[in-house]
């Protein structure tokens, strides 16, 4: 099975923590591990089955900050990792 490459922008590698507080009420604050970054997102690993496309979060990195959306979560095991879509830098 092949795949077709769909980012438009290229990832570069990245470590350390991200912050993410989700917009819920009450709101949660993940403490996820970042793996890599682009001009308009990144992906991190955490272990919150919680954090569905189309949650949006604040989320702060070595990188970055500002408001993110989920746009996928993949659940392997007891990790999960999403990726974000940066909405609004701080």
Known sequence: MSSIERRKEPRHPATGLVRLETRTHPPRVVEASLL???ASGFRAAHADWNLTPGLRVRFSHQEASG???VVWTRILGAEATSGF??????
């Open 36 to 38: 890599d970054v682009s």
């Open 67 to 69: 408001v993110a959306v």
């Open 85 to 90: 879509l940066i909405l609004a830098p701080a």
